[in-house]
């Protein structure tokens, strides 16, 4: 069963409790005895593995940012990290 984080309307009291999905019953307070209502918690995500980054590219010994297939308008991660290689150094 899936644990839910719920606030209380009238002391604003914050606990979990475990329920079903399906169950759509009022949660009382456990101090006070008033209706709680679900707060929605994020779940944290992880990216693992490759394909994540510009890094993960296939072309390791030229890393370039394309933005047209036959190679026109690229911009080299060495000049996009420094202005001053734009310039001829």
Request: overall charge positive; hydrophobic content about 25%; charged content about 20%.
């Amino acid at each position: 069963m899936p644990t839910y984080v719920f606030k209380c309307k009238n002391c604003g009291n914050k606990f979990e409790q475990s329920r079903s999905i399906n169950d759509e019953s009022e949660v009382l307070c456990p101090k006070c005895g008033n209706p709680s209502e679900k707060i929605f918690v994020p779940v944290p995500i992880v990216f693992k593995g490759s394909g994540f980054y510009v890094t993960d590219s296939n072309n390791s010994k030229n890393s370039a940012i394309s933005s047209s297939s036959n190679g026109e308008g690229s911009l080299s991660i060495e000049s996009a990290k420094c202005p001053a290689a734009k310039k001829g150094k």
